[in-house]
């Protein structure tokens, strides 16, 4: 997982600008004595011709070149789609996302932890966004699409779910 990115300004109160390897949590204890640690906005709208403040801050950022589909496993979107690779957070999430695909055609398949360790899902994101995107390389367009749901979001896991949102949001 990248760094986490603080904007320091003096005469400012402090901005997480992009959730990283540094829990929020953290970052926001250390800064306590010093004010409060706000959000910079996760959409990534900067005014016209400004620079972003941070890398990986556009609202579109580390996306596969297949879709990718943040879902309910209880009832995914699954519209126009005949081929599908699972990105779940845990085993159990994805044996819920093997279920709601039945009737797809499941090319490949990964948890990001056995049980929630948002440590070894940081770790494995990027390269299993990889296998993925490249296990429906072959699939016409329109057809196939990764399907995630959300990762928890305390701790470590603000980041990924962050890079999941960005990722989704490039379609």
Known sequence: MESSVVSLVPGEPARLLRPGGVPRETIATLLAPFGPLLDAPLDGVNPAGAPAAAPGM??????????LRIVDAAAPD???????????PDAETLADLR??????QIVAETALSESLDPVAAAAKLFDALHKLDAALRDVAPGKAAILSTPYPEPGLGLAIADRLRRAAAAR
Do not use: E, I, N
């Not at 699954?78 to 779940?88: E, M």
């Open 58 to 67: 556009s609202a579109s950022h580390y996306a596969p070149r297949a879709q």
């Open 78 to 88: 699954l519209v126009g789609l005949t081929h599908v690779a699972l990105l779940a």
């Open 99 to 104: 279920t709601a695909a039945a009737g797809m």
